[in-house]
């Protein structure tokens, strides 16, 4: 196994971090890695927004449900799908544009996902930790507007970045063969491995709290599918132009 | 910068492969790398279709566009946003289950693709070479029946991957002030910055074919946009159970 996949088998979210600044230089840098990532027919469907202001730092925290590390760590991402630069661009080469299609907001959603992950791969190979915050999309219209976000932009999660004040254990993950399937999507066994999984979580969540916790990977997943988690998104996204067609 | 960082910003498709097979171990390490990225709340929305049978390899070749290297690569993957399995596990451990939702299509799309960005980058650290297949959703109907996949479950891009065969230039991205923003979604500059990387790109494209390809990013990018690309794709993910409600 090489350092690089060392690395990536080694992540874990980080939500506490040391008051340090990141460098300005390695901060740009983070960036560029990210956009080295590949992109749907090189259209780099997205923009950063680098949350610097301390005030809207502070109702971002608020907006995503609480999460003070939002306010807190070094630096503050948000990053966006962004279908308006490359759609204005064809428009200004004489292109009669046609916008709001499902294609584009998956196109978006994934160009934006492929690069964020570079930017967090970029940071943990400087020392940096991370956590992403999709708790954004809990009120994606009120974040929109703090960043001032036009039509055929949404913001699809956000990134706390800095150096960790902590050093949490890595989190499972289901094994290889209940999530990798060859030639077809075969299920028969899934049942089996998500038991023995829930057993894994279990006695994880057990270590982690000191015999506190009781629960396992589907008990922790019933409050999310049982309430309509963030229902406003459809209507958001429609609003926004995305995905109406 | 470090090797990491050098890896991530020296990323390029590759669409010619070596005749030469990635061992089985190696191929499960790149798996589990792509496992450890973030997930949001650990729902771990993703399944992995390895196409082996060859005669499968060549019709989503063929349904991706005469995509030549998805029958050709050493291996080709098909990764799936998948909805199923969590939800199932919820449904299993007493959860009254809701789907369908635009928020789930954004999550699992999300994951599949933070995911799927770790397994290119361990694939690259270990000399492999890689493309993604956004084509695969030129007919995505019949890439599902292809793998079997059931309701809750959509393949959004599919993975070549082999030693390469080819050493192709790295390809230019936008200038990071033209994606990364300050406080706010300022775009004043955003039509001279596109016009400046237009520029490089025209020399990009020169140069790549002696002097033979007359165009830029914005030409390029025209007929992306002047039809409706993959128009199915709305009533296509209804149609499995993503994005209704």
């Given amino acids: 196994m090489n350092p690089t996949i060392e690395l990536l088998k080694s992540h ?7 008051d340090q600044k990141i460098p300005q ?10 956009q080295s ?3 749907s027919n090189h259209v780099q469907a997205y923009t950063i927004i680098h949350v610097v202001n301390p005030e809207n730092r502070k109702k971002i925290a608020e907006l995503a449900g609480g999460q003070s590390y939002v306010a807190d760590a ?7 799908a962004d279908m308006k630069r490359s759609t204005e661009a064809a428009e200004r080469a004489g292109a009669d544009v046609v916008r709001g299609t499902t294609e584009q907001l998956v196109v978006a959603s994934v160009d934006t996902a492929l690069m964020a992950q570079n930017v967090a791969i970029a940071a943990e190979s400087e ?9 954004i999309r809990n009120n994606p219209a009120e974040v ?3 960043l001032r976000l036009p039509e055929h932009v949404y913001p699809v999660f956000g990134m706390c970045l800095g150096y960790p004040d902590q050093n949490p254990e890595v989190k499972p993950r289901l094994p290889v063969s209940a999530i990798l399937k060859e030639d077809y999507y075969d299920d028969r066994r899934d049942e ?7 057993d894994r979580m279990h006695r994880y969540y057990l270590k982690r709290t000191g015999g506190n916790k009781e629960t396992n ?26 995905g109406v067609k």
């Fill in 12 to 18: 874990r979210s980080i939500r506490k971090f040391k």
């Fill in 127 to 135: 020392g940096l930790g991370l956590c992403y915050i999709g708790g």
């Fill in 37 to 39: 990532a590949a992109t």
């Fill in 25 to 34: 230089d390695l901060f740009e840098e983070l960036i560029r890695a990210g």
């Fill in 74 to 80: 070094s630096d503050f991402l948000v990053f966006c």
């Fill in 192 to 198: 089996e491995l998500v038991a023995e999984f829930d």
């Fill in 217 to 242: 990977w589907s008990e922790q997943l019933k409050p999310l599918f049982t309430t309509k988690l963030r229902p406003h998104m459809r209507d958001f996204l429609n609003g926004r132009g995305f």
């Fill in 144 to 146: 929109a507007d703090i």
